[in-house]
């Protein structure tokens, strides 16, 4: 459904993703892992349409997406819920739904939002607040929700359990499980590698801007080299 062939992604003299190569079938969960500044989510963002890519190529549904500006990727599927959530703090709850559902017909718009708002309470009950007066997990909550208005078929979730208390964290699991029970595909960019590898199907591991390793999230979660990066005690 998506793949990503050859990606380079430089900052100015910095080549942050050198030739990353990747795929997700529809319905899949891939994990995408690695430490910190390994290129993550700048590959996402690549996808998003949000970095400008140096070379490579990335189709989604047969169509290539490089060089779309990032609302046409949007309408062709692909949601996203970025690092650090990026809501609008100063906007209603109501209110960063509602833009986000701004690119699909109103009556749809309308009824993707009664369904959100029945998965996720408690942004029902914070439905005139604030988004700034959110606790971390409720912005999580709202930035999944928002990615999910427009109703995509690929959701690419950047770190979506970071900073959040641990009952947070068993929340957005469980959340990202049940989304893979509806066969919502997913690219999944987490530091928490033990919960990742358990909803996966697949993983793929970058170091220094590079796929370091790659295969079934069961494999890995058996792999001496990922035990001895990730689980050592
Ligand atoms: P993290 O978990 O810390 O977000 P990551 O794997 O997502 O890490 P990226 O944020 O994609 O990694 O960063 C990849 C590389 O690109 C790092 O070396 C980082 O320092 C560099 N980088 C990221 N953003 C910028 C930027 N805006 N300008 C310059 N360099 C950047």
Do not use: C, H
């Amino acid at each position: 459904m998506l793949t990503v062939s050859d990606l380079t992604v430089d900052y100015g003299p910095v080549r942050a993703v050198r030739g990353v190569s990747l795929d997700v079938g529809e319905g899949e969960v891939v994990a995408l892992l690695g430490a910190n500044g390994a290129g993550k989510t700048t590959t996402l963002m690549a996808i998003a349409g949000l970095r400008k890519v140096a070379a490579g190529s990335v189709t989604f549904a047969g169509r290539a997406l490089l060089g779309l500006p990032p609302e046409e990727i949007v309408r062709t599927g692909i949601g996203v819920a970025p690092e650090g959530r990026r809501i609008f703090a100063g906007l209603t709850v109501d209110e960063n739904l509602r833009l986000a559902g701004s690119i699909v017909a109103p009556e749809v718009e309308i009824a993707r939002r009664e369904a959100l708002l029945d998965r996720f309470p408690i942004l029902r009950e914070r439905y005139r607040q604030r988004a700034g007066l959110l606790s971390g997990g409720e912005q999580q909550m709202l930035a999944v929700a928002r990615a999910l208005l427009p109703g995509p078929r690929l959701l690419m979730l950047d770190e979506p359990s970071l900073g959040l208390a641990p009952q947070m964290v068993d929340l957005v699991f469980d959340l990202i499980a049940e989304l893979k029970a509806e066969g919502v595909t997913i690219l999944l960019v987490e530091q928490n590698v033990a919960r990742s590898l358990e909803v996966a199907d697949r993983a793929v591991v970058l170091a220094n801007g590079q796929v370091a390793l790659a295969g079934p999230a069961a494999d890995l979660r058996n792999d001496d080299q990922v035990r001895a990066a990730y689980f050592a005690a």
